[in-house]
Nanobody, 120 residues
Framework: QVQLVESGGGLVQPGGSLRLSCTASGSIFSISVMGWYCQAPGKEREMVATINFGGSTNYADSVKGRFTLSRDNAKNTVYLQMISLKPEDTAVYYC??????????????WGQGTQVTVSS
């Protein structure tokens, strides 16, 4: 079994900052991609940022220059530093990972979601 545990969401004023963390645990052989997706009310889930094992990142255009994704491979953890937050960043943020399990091979895994609300 594999679990993704997220932390760091909350309420912040426009222009503020938050840092999300996500740690993968369980029967993990290796992890390829880790990242974050978000889903606002009434909208589809969309990619925010992803990072591969080598550290190459990919960002949605809406967050470039404001969000920074980093990864600690030794801890199976990914961090999303968010600055200059805007009300339109308000959404549930889901951690994502593409993991090779020791028993089942490769598969996609999701965290339970953490709410980020940007409001004055």
């Amino acid at each position: 079994q594999v679990q993704l545990v997220e932390s760091g969401g909350g309420l912040v004023q426009p222009g503020g900052s938050l840092r999300l963390s996500c740690t993968a645990s369980g029967s993990i052989f290796s992890i390829s991609v880790m990242g974050w997706y978000c889903q606002a009310p009434g909208k589809e889930r969309e990619m925010v940022a992803t990072i591969n094992f080598g550290g190459s990142t990919n960002y949605a255009d809406s967050v470039k220059g404001r969000f920074t994704l980093s990864r600690d491979n030794a801890k199976n953890t990914v961090y999303l530093q968010m600055i200059s937050l805007k009300p339109e960043d308000t959404a549930v943020y889901y951690c994502y990972s593409y993991i090779r399990r020791r028993d089942l091979g490769w598969g996609e895994y999701w965290g339970q979601g953490t709410q980020v609300t940007v409001s004055s």
